[in-house]
């Protein structure tokens, strides 16, 4: 390749479009490239967009020929437009300044991210890639500086070290950035530009391990409630085993663990803890979980002191952080991605549930997503003694609380 590749001093003048800047009215082009033209010629493989009929629309390349302004009123296709605002106005000024450019009709093209000459680092970027600068110019929405502002936006913590390098893809990662979830042109097909299929937990399973195993169990929505819909809109098929119970950059402002599912919407006569409502959105009358509700479960924690090994049952302080004292929740007794709990004493967690089962399971008290298998060593032993096991399996009916004194109350 030579320059003569790319440039002929016999070009025509073209528009302002096929230059970068606008005091170089002719850059000299064989041919204009208003819409990247000049760059598909040789890296057909990097577009994956409107302009191109050949390629998938989604999943492979970040999308180009998308327009950065508003859509227009009536029937237009609202894919083809930028979603959020602020890129409404056109490109990112902070971009523009750096030699980024649109297209001739404002969309976004190859040169909105990439140089061709004096670009940063290997790829040719506009804005140097680490701490993901450049993605953060457009996508300011998906980006928190730190885990508390991660929460505060309701997106995944992203920019921070891991305590260990994870493999994802057959990459190593040491750093969450966009990049370690995301490749810009190499992508999974099928899904928004992700390293791995996020759809069978894939992806997330590369860091959390220990949720992996709610695939197939009943808390895998394609097969216990598959016309639901999550707070995206997305049934679970469309947004996968995590993805119907949580969502990456969708989350609600300062609520817990990025929930996609209606939250505040338990209102039995029952009071109950902010965490169990959690559980009890869906495990209520009319919600997801209807068949599946239960009417009992409160635990006097007033006026005596609960304690538990953290491990094996945390407990819920009054500040909504799981520890060694505090009070009794759904999440001391269930973790609500393991059907099974696994072996006790043993190091190995039991088989995951079969890849292949008929739709719902009826629980009982082995697993249900249970933490423990019953009460041997469990803490209730401490105050109920012999009458823990009833205590303990019953926890849910009304029988186990009957002969209760009321005297906490
Ligand atoms: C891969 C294609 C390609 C190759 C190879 C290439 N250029 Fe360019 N060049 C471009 C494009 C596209 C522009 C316009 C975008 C811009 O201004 O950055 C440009 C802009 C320029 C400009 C500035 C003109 C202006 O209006 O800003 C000069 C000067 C230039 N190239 C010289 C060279 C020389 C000399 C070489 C060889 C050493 C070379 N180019 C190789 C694609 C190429
Ligand atoms: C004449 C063919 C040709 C054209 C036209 C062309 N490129 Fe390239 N480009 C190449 C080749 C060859 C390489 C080197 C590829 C490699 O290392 O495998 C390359 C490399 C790159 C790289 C990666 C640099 C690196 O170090 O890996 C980027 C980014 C890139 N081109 C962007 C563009 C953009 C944007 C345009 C349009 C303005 C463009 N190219 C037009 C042939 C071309
Ligand atoms: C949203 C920003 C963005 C857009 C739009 C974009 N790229 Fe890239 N491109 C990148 C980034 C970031 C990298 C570096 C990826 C990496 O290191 O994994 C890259 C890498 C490349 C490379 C070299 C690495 C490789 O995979 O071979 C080429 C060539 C390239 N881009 C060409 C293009 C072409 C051609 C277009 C237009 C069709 C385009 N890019 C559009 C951001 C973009
Ligand atoms: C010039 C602006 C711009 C830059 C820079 C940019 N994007 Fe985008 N990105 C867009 C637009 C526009 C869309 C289309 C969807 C939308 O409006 O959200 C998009 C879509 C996406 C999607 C969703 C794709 C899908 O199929 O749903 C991902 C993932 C993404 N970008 C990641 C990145 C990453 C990672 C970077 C950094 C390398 C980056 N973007 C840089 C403008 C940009
Ligand atoms: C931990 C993995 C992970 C990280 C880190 C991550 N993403 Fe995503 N992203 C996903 C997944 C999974 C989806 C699709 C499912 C969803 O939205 O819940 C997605 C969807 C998207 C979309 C399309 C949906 C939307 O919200 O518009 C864009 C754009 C996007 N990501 C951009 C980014 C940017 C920019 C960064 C860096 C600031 C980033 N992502 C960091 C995993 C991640
Ligand atoms: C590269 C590693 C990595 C990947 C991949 C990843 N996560 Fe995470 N995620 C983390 C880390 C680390 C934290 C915990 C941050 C902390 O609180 O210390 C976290 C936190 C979370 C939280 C809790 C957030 C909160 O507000 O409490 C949820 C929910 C979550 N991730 C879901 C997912 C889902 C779903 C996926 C797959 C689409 C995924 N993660 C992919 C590393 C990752
Ligand atoms: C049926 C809904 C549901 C599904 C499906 C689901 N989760 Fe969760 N997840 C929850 C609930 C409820 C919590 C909060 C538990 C609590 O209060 O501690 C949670 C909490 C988390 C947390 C925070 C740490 C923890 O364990 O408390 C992470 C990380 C997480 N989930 C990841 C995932 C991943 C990865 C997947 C897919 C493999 C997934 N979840 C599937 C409901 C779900
Ligand atoms: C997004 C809604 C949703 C959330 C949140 C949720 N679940 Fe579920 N859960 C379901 C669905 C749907 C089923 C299957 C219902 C059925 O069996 O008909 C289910 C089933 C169960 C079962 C097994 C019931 C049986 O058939 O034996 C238990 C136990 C359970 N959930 C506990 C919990 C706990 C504890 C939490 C909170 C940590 C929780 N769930 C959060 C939707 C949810
Ligand atoms: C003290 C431990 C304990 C606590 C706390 C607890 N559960 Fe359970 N739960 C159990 C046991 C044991 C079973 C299994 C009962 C059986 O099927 O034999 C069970 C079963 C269930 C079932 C299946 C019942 C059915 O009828 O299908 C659901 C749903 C459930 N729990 C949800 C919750 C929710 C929601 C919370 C919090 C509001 C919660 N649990 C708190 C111990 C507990
Ligand atoms: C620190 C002592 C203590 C521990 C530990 C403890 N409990 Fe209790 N529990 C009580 C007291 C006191 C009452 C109220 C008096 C009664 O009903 O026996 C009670 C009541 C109950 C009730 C009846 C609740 C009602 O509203 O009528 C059940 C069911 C129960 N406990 C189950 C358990 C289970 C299961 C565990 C272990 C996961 C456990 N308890 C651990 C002290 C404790």
């Keep these: 390749m030579s320059c003569g590749s790319c440039h002929t001093p016999h070009g025509q003048v073209v528009d302002g479009q096929a230059t970068l800047h606008a005091a170089h009215a002719n850059p000299w082009l064989r041919v204009p490239n208003r819409d990247g033209d000049l760059c598909r010629q040789c890296h057909s493989s990097k577009l994956a967009s409107r302009l191109d009929p050949e390629h998938p629309p989604r999943g492979v390349n970040h999308p180009v020929g998308i327009y950065l302004k508003a859509p227009p009123e009536g029937g237009v296709e609202r894919q083809n437009y930028a979603r959020d605002e602020h890129l409404h106005k056109g490109l990112p000024e902070r971009l523009g300044k750096r030699g980024g450019t649109l297209d001739s009709q404002t969309r976004m093209t190859c040169q909105s991210c990439h140089q061709i000459h004096g670009g940063e680092g290997d790829a040719m970027t506009v804005l140097p890639l680490a701490n993901t600068e450049l993605c953060i110019e457009c996508h300011p929405r998906q980006h928190a500086v730190d885990k508390k502002e991660a929460r505060k936006k309701g997106v995944h913590p992203v920019d921070f070290k891991l305590d260990e390098a994870v493999k994802i893809a057959g990459k190593t990662f040491k750093r969450v950035t966009c990049f370690t979830c995301h490749s810009v042109h190499d992508g999974k097909p099928g899904t928004p530009l992700l390293r791995e299929d996020h759809r069978d937990g894939k992806l997330c399973s590369a860091c959390h391990e220990a949720q992996a195993s709610v695939l197939n169990s009943d808390h895998d929505l394609r097969l216990t409630a598959a016309k639901s819909h999550n707070l995206a809109g997305q049934s679970p098929r469309q947004s996968g085993v995590c993805g119907a119970c949580h969502q990456l950059h969708g989350g609600r402002p300062g609520e817990p663990v990025l929930h996609a599912w209606e939250r505040h919407a338990y209102r039995g006569e029952k009071a109950a803890l902010a965490r169990d409502t959690l559980c009890l959105d869906c495990h209520r009358r009319e919600g997801l979980a209807g068949e599946a509700r239960v009417e009992h479960f409160s635990h006097p924690a007033r006026d005596l002191i609960l304690r538990s090994d953290p491990e094996r049952m945390p407990l819920i302080s009054p500040s909504d952080k799981l520890g060694e004292f505090g009070a009794m929740g759904c999440v001391t007794c269930h973790d609500p ?42 803490f209730c032993v401490d105050c109920h003694g012999i009458e823990a096991p009833l205590k303990y399996k019953y926890y849910h009916d009304s029988r186990a609380r009957d002969g209760g004194v009321d005297y906490l109350k």
């Design 337 to 378: 991605h393991r059907w099974t709990p696994p072996e006790q004493g043993g190091e190995k967690p039991t088989p995951e549930t079969p890849v292949h089962r008929p739709g719902n399971l009826t629980g009982n008290v082995l697993n249900s997503f249970l933490r423990q298998r019953g009460v041997k060593d469990n």
